[in-house]
Structures are given as C-alpha cells and as structure tokens.
C-alpha cells in the first residue's frame, strides 16, 4: 500500500443544473472518490450556464446538499456579465472562458468581449481558457497585455505546448493542464461499438480538444516538465446520446485518470512524484486551494485490472477504456478524517463535501 495526499481535479463537468441524466453533485462526486480525487473544480457549461449570482448560488446549493467530496464551481464568461462576474470572482472556483466550438452555449468570438474580462477580473483569482491553437496564442497575449496569469486547458497539440514552453522562458504567466486521454488514447474503434451502424461508434470519439495525433502526444510526453497539472475534463454524455446523431464531445474521466497514470509508471513513463506534482501540489498552487487536512488515498500499485464502466460510479454509464488492463488501483480514501472510500465502494454521505470558497 502507498499512501498519497487527496487528488485534486481542476476540470470536471457536474451536469447539474440541466443535464442530471448524464451526472450530478452526487454521482459525479462518488466518481471523484472512487477514482481517488477529494476536491473537484466543476466547469460553468451547464444548463442554464452559471454566469450570474442566482446560477451560482444555484449550482453551489445543489453541491451543498448533494457533494460527497471538497469542490468549487467556476463562473463562465459571456457576452455581458463581465463586471457581474468579477463582483463574484471570490465565491467561484475561477473564470472559465470558452474560446473555441465545444459542448454548451457559452462561447467568445470577439476579442473585445475577452478584454473586458480581463479588465475586470480579479488579478490573483484564476482565469481557465478553453483555447486551441491560435486562439491559444492570442489568449496568452492578452494575458501578457493586462499582465495576469491564465490557465490553458486541456493542451493537447505539439504546436500549443512548444508555444506554452516559449512563453513561459520568456516570463509569460502561464500554466497548463493535459487530459489524460491527451496521453493515452482510448482504443479506436471503441470497445463494444462494432455492431452499430456505418460511422456510428465515432461519437463515442468525440471530444474537444479531439484526440491528437501520435505526434501531437509524444510531444506531450516529451515536455512533461511544461504541463502543470493533469486535469480529466471528466465529460460525461450518456451512450444513448454518443451513438446518436450529433454525439456530444465528451469523455467521463475521474474514475479511469489515475489507474491509467499509474498504468504509466509501471511502464516506466512516469514517476508517482510526477503525479502528485501535477494532481496536487500545483493545482493547490495554481487555484490557491486551502489544505484538506487528515485527508488522503491509499493505493495499490501493483493490482492488475480491467477498468469497467459496470464498477464505476458516474451515472453515464460507460467509458471509452472499457475492458482496458490497468495497473494500480485505489483502496481507499480518507477526507477530513472519515472514510470515504474502501475496496469499490463510497461511503461518504452526500453533503459531507465542503465548497473550498467557504474557507
Ligand atoms: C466538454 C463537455 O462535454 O462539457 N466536452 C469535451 O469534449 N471536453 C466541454 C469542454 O471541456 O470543452
Ligand atoms: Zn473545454
Ligand atoms: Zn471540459
């Protein structure tokens, strides 16, 4: 058994409000601990999106009632709630901006609108860019132009962390998560999507950033010590909605994340100090996350298993590593000294999780 401090993910999707037959404040929490994370930061794309004082406190009262691990709740930026938000910024996880097409309606094409979130926003409360590729480049200079930090989510292109790796030798602020789908893809076809119809079993595939090419990912794997933090942008869309028409991008991710990053160590790919580093010590830096005291996650690292949708605890029901061997696996978790977690099965209550704003 090894012993690690709770991990922390800082992009998971909640679905709630307005998506609860994919996931909720509780079922999306039991996948957080069964998968060994004890704080969660949940991204703003909801239904409607929190953008304004009543979506949030609505999202924060259904985590109230319903968490069953530590959690926080980002505000998106839309086209008209710049000086809104920013009166909020302290309540919210931080400020998530989607720069690019993805699931849900929040999205910013013009550049003015994102100089007015900078303007206004906080300077020491974290900024989080849903941005690819050249908007990535501009959203890096307009952090540089009002000199602030900003977060990239869910790098995944040689061209984006080149770029993140030249800016930040040059002073720029800023930091970066990948996605471990972003590392080690998911089988392609899909596991048990060969008997649906010609092109079908494709949007079982779907995700934004979409999955990168053997290049893009070595290059990833070769600039390790640039990528901050490894984040799941735990995504879940039911198999009903990935197999029909205009599947959804999306993968569930929290309870596949670590067994496939221990995975890696075994392999030699990785170290678990790389882990902790990038599902701990920096997320706790970069989002400034109080201490969970008395809280973490005993693992074994040498159980060998096959990850299974039927043994996981998200509601979507499914994963894109289904049937997938893995080494490593979580035994249990401990959060503020109870036991929340042990051999498959969450025993925290829904409501025990704090929201770390409240601190
Ligand atoms: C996310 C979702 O479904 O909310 N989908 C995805 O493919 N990653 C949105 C996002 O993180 O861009
Ligand atoms: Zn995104
Ligand atoms: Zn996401």
Redesign the pocket.
């Known amino acids: 058994m090894i012993q690690l401090p709770g991990l922390i993910d800082p992009h998971v999707?909640m679905r709630e409000p307005g998506g609860e037959h994919k996931e909720d404040w509780d079922s999306g929490t039991a996948a957080a601990l069964a998968g060994g994370f004890t704080l969660v930061l949940a991204?703003p794309?909801t239904r409607p999106p929190v953008t304004d004082a009543a979506s949030l406190e609505g999202a924060l009262a259904a985590a109230r009632a319903k968490a069953r691990c530590d959690y926080g709740q980002y505000l998106g930026a839309g086209p008209d709630n710049a000086a809104a938000a920013a009166a909020l910024a302290g309540r919210s996880a931080g400020l998530k901006m989607y720069l690019d097409q993805?699931?849900?309606p929040l999205r910013l094409d013009d550049m003015t609108l994102w100089m007015q979130h900078f303007e206004r926003w906080p300077a020491d409360l974290p900024i989080v860019a849903?941005a690819e590729s050249r908007s990535m480049a501009a959203v890096l200079l307009m952090a540089q132009l009002f000199d602030r930090p900003v977060h990239i989510?869910?790098v995944s292109l040689r061209e984006e962390i080149l770029l993140i790796r030249k800016a930040r030798e040059r002073g720029l602020k800023v930091t970066c998560e990948v996605a471990p789908h972003h590392l080690m893809p998911p089988p392609n076809p899909p596991p048990n999507s060969q008997n649906l119809g010609e092109g079908q079993g494709g949007g079982r595939l779907e995700?934004?950033p979409r999955l990168n090419t053997p290049e893009d990912r070595q290059a990833l794997w070769d600039n390790l010590d640039a990528i901050d933090c490894f984040a799941t942008?735990h995504?879940p869309?039911t198999l009903a909605e990935k197999d029909g028409p205009n599947p959804?991008?999306?993968f569930p991710g929290l309870e596949t994340a670590l067994p496939l990053l221990l995975t890696a160590v075994h392999a030699g790919r990785l170290t678990l100090d790389d882990i902790v580093l990038r599902c701990h010590t920096n997320p706790r830096r970069i989002f400034h996350l109080p201490q969970q005291p008395d809280t973490w996650i005993e693992i074994d690292p040498d159980a060998e298993w096959s990850l299974r949708a039927t043994e996981m605890h998200t509601r979507c029901g499914w994963t894109p590593y289904e049937g997938m061997p893995v080494r490593g696996r979580v035994q249990r978790v401990v959060l503020r000294g109870a036991e929340v977690f042990k051999d498959g099965r969450v025993l925290a209550e829904p409501g025990i999780g704090r929201n770390v704003r409240d601190c």
């Open positions: 999707h991204m794309n993805t699931y849900g849903h989510a869910h995700v934004r942008d995504a869309h959804p991008p999306g």
